[in-house]
């Protein structure tokens, strides 16, 4: 046994076993099949359990079996490298469903169909033209192009427009079945709602 309050050792130290308590400080060593240097830990054992915090990992795969819980955002490569960045819904061969990015291009591609579905009363918002064929939207068949960019959003008013005289001059004095008249005053200013 070695047993010592403090002091200085040299060499090597082996055992088959041991107890150990207080501080050890090393600059280098081996615990198993894992290689510790001043800045490095290196092997290819598994390290089981705990926290890793504030690590980068560069290189490599990262295989999660369960759920993976990011705190705000996913960067996925650089998007002017020029190479396709992508988000595959698959560990097999084949595409189930696959998000990709390339040079400014967004492509969402399923085996099955596609559904937005939004839990606001906007829904969703499109501000450029829908591209499509043999397609439909709400019932309607989109031929090559529909246009619904400044096209008004379903619930809301449109501004107020009016007054108009509907083809009788405003002012003219119309004879009613009694015998007497009433002053045409038009169809006043008004809005309405877009279903």
Do not use: C
């Amino acid at each position: 046994d070695l047993q010592a309050a403090g002091g200085t050792f040299t060499g090597t130290l082996s055992g088959v076993d041991g107890d150990f308590s207080g501080t050890i400080t090393a600059l280098a060593g081996k615990i198993g099949g894992w290689t510790i240097q001043l800045d490095r830990l290196s092997g290819n054992g598994i390290i089981e359990g705990g926290t890793i915090i504030g690590a980068i990992i560069n290189g490599g795969i990262i295989n999660v079996d369960t759920n993976l819980t990011v705190g705000n955002e996913i960067n996925v490569g650089d998007q002017q490298s020029g190479t396709t960045k992508k988000i595959n819904f698959s560990n097999s061969p084949g595409v189930a469903a696959l998000i990709n990015y390339l040079s400014g291009n967004l492509n969402i591609t399923a085996d099955g169909h596609i559904s937005l579905n939004a839990g606001s009363s906007q829904g969703v918002v499109i501000n450029k033209a829908v591209l499509g064929s043999g397609s439909t939207i709400g019932g309607y068949g989109v031929a090559s192009q529909l246009d619904l960019g400044g096209k008004a959003n379903y619930g809301v008013s449109t501004s107020p427009a009016g007054p108009f005289n509907g083809g009788i001059p405003i002012g003219t004095q119309l004879m009613t079945a009694d015998g007497g008249t009433v002053t045409w005053v038009g169809i006043t200013a008004h809005s309405h709602t877009q279903n």
